[in-house]
């Protein structure tokens, strides 16, 4: 679910992906469907969960095939989003602007389409007993267990740093066995989904102790995104508006009705949720804190929220090129996402 959580692969591998999947689902944008419907092929970050829940309420009320789309979700792999988005293999994928940065400036040819959260929804996590943590600053010398994203350890730094520490603790890269190491007490910290880890967490009596970024002044970041491929967008724009806009009323439709929202993300995967509150819960927190701006808005993207953290990475010197060197001029994050192909006010 979470974005580092995605393990990069070889350019071979996604190449022959790219052949399979081209030779399954006709192509981009080839008539796939039963009923001559537009094939749009998805990539999902990771299992079904509620940063999905849009896409699958869409599917689910018809809205794909009522404009015309017949939607595949990619089973889930070990392969980045970034990466099959960008190969062509997948039309769209689910990502996050954290490792969509770092795809980005190495090259990666995707463009945001939609932001499906607004806001980190991932925050540092203790756990609740650890009364010798009471600020990020007290975890200079403990252990973080972390997921392998190349922007995680300059994060926590800054934010120790921040919090008046010196940003100096080990990285042990775990994965999604973080979570039970952190319980275990095998690591000190990790980096929790708060509307999914967080919720769990509390339902299993294993509650935490969590601090938010921005509390400390770190940038805030479009947690989770919904990307194009770049050169399909630009060749099918009305396909593309169609494909998002369904998505953006499947997100509203999580906003405004979290509780059916849950409920039809659980329709669409039978067997796939053995705890039904933790959905119910987690739908409810995204529509309370995360899936709206400022404004109300569900959807749209700022240039100033996109310099603000990809800003950020920029200036701390750890963004990558295509080529593995630093990269030295600013990128123009003007370019890195739209809002055109979003339903019109």
Known sequence: MI??????????LAAVLLLVLAGCAGGAGGAGGTGGEQTIRVALDWTPNTNHTGLYVAQQEGWFR???????????????????????????????????????????DITSVMAVLQHWATRIAVKADRADITSPKDLDGKTYGGFGGPG?????????????????????VLGTSAYEALYAGQVDFTEPFMAWEGIEAELHGQPLKTFAYTDYGFPDAYNVLLIGNSPWLHAHPDLAA????????????GADDPAKAAQLLMDANPGVFTEPELV????QMLADQFLRDASGKVGEQTLDEWSGFSGWVFDS??????????VTQ????????TNQYLAKP
């Not at 995680?152 to 042990?172: C, H, L, N, S």
């Not at 963004?319 to 593995?324: A, K, R, Y």
């Open 3 to 12: 974005g580092v959580r995605s393990q990069r692969i070889s350019v071979v």
């Open 66 to 108: 009522d404009a015309g789309l017949d939607v595949q979700f990619l089973p889930y792999n070990n392969t980045s989003p970034d990466t099959l988005v960008s190969s062509g293999a997948a039309d769209f994928g689910i990502s996050f602007q954290d490792s969509f940065t770092f795809s980005k400036a190495a090259g990666a």
């Open 152 to 172: 995680e350890e300059p994060k926590m730094q800054a934010v120790i740093r921040d919090a008046g520490g010196k940003g100096d603790f080990t990285t042990v």
């Open 242 to 253: 169609k494909f998002v806009q369904a998505a953006q009323r499947g997100y509203q439709l």
């Open 280 to 283: 119910m819960r987690s739908q």
């Open 317 to 326: 010197g750890v963004l990558t090129g295509p080529d593995g060197k630093p």
């Open 330 to 337: 600013r990128p123009d994050f003007s370019t890195w996402f």
